[in-house]
């Protein structure tokens, strides 16, 4: 079934079982919270776990998912997030699957669902899938693979693009928003604007250094010396409070293309770290 297994498959399919005992939701014949009669988890007929409808649709509502989004399902198994998204949201959809049989089973899905012009699925390894275009992302993965596509996604998917994944967390990426489905944790990540380094941070006439210092979405860092609080990102929005002299100021703006712009201010980015 799946001619050109490689060490990263290797290693994910020994660990699905570790899935199923996480009590992920599975496909085909389960209960509504993943289990059979005596409580021991269930696996689908392709002996792989899904996410169940009820996650699915609360993952695409917590990314906030509509017409305008491409949403990829990163090991899409039987594609039932990406045509989710595309029937009842209208997104277009792109699943990623190393496995030929489930892209069978997923195009057939699309079809039977009547979504097959909107959505899309590759016979890929997800980790060579380019991401720059993806604005909603969803995972159901193991959380080291999760790890292992981090710097991927910070790098590749647009600020203000999402990812949502089904009970696995991004290490100290912190989620933006958790939810809990049932017996299920689901986590967004909104990607932030990359801010770090100096800049020349112009307001009311006058001109001072910016330092900041980022951690995913949390900034710290000085403004003309003095420490700014609260800094934080929401894609490409940015917020900080900074003292110029007289008291507490927050200011709040946008960033991009190395400007940021607020309402009275801009920067202008000096150099990165
Ligand atoms: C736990 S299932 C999740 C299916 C679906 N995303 C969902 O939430 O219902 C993980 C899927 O990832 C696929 N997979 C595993 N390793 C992969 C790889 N390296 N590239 C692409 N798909 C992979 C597996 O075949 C399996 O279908």
Redesign the pocket.
């Known amino acids: 079934m799946i001619r050109r297994r490689?060490s990263?498959?290797l290693v994910?399919?020994p660990a699905?079982a570790g899935?199923a005992v996480a009590g992920?939701g599975t496909?085909g014949n389960q209960s509504a919270n993943g289990t059979n009669q005596s409580g021991e988890p269930v696996r689908d007929q392709q002996d792989?776990?899904?996410?169940e409808y009820e996650v699915?649709r609360a993952m695409l509502d917590l990314a906030g998912v509509t017409a305008n989004d491409l949403v990829a399902?990163?090991?899409?198994?039987?594609g039932?997030?990406p045509i989710l998204a595309a029937k009842e949201r209208g997104a277009r959809g792109l699943g990623?699957?190393?496995?030929r049989a489930?892209i069978r089973q997923s195009n057939a899905n699309a079809s039977a669902a009547g979504v097959a012009t909107r959505v899309q699925f590759r016979q890929?390894?997800?980790?060579q899938t380019p991401l720059n275009d993806v604005s909603v992302l969803?995972?159901?993965?193991l959380p080291e693979?999760n790890l292992q596509l981090r710097p991927r996604i910070l790098a590749q998917m647009k600020p203000g693009a999402r990812v949502v994944s089904?009970t696995f967390d991004m290490g100290d990426w912190r989620p933006d928003q958790t939810r809990t489905v049932g017996r299920t944790t689901i986590f967004l990540w909104v990607v932030p604007a990359e801010v770090a380094g100096r800049w020349r941070l112009t307001r009311g006439g006058g001109s001072t250094e910016l330092v900041l210092t980022q951690n995913y979405q949390d900034i710290s860092g000085s403004a003309g010396g003095n420490p700014i609080a609260e800094g934080q990102l929401q894609g490409d929005r940015i917020a900080f409070t900074a003292n110029f002299g007289q008291g507490p100021q927050r200011l709040e703006g946008q960033a991009a293309d190395g400007r940021m712009r607020g309402n009275g201010w801009e920067a202008v980015r000096i150099s990165r770290p």
Request: hydrophobic share 50%.
């Open positions: 490689n990263r498959l994910l399919v699905l899935l992920c496909g792989l776990v899904s996410s699915v399902d990163l090991g899409s198994g039987d039932r997030i990623v699957e190393i496995d489930r890929q390894d997800l980790f969803t995972l159901f993965l693979i089904n």
